[in-house]
């Protein structure tokens, strides 16, 4: 029985890790609960965020914010951080 509670465990950190990383104000924002942020998940929570705003903090291009580029955006003062 410990060998699946510890696999349970380890299961629920990866699979939550992106969203325990992104922070509180973040993680309220992904209302998917994939990890990322879509614009709208953006503009939802912080309105005038805008479509350039959005893809100046999307570093890689994909369409969505990873933990790295909300907290890059978040200390460029692109998103607001609380």
Known sequence: MTYIKTLAVIASTVLCGSAFAMGQSAT???SNEDGV???AEVQA???DVTEDIFMTA????DGA?????VTSAQEAGLIPSG
């Open 58 to 61: 999307d570093l890689n291009g």
């Open 65 to 69: 914010l990873e933990d790295a580029e």
């Open 28 to 30: 309220s924002a992904d």
């Open 45 to 47: 929570v912080y309105p």
């Open 37 to 39: 942020l879509s614009l």
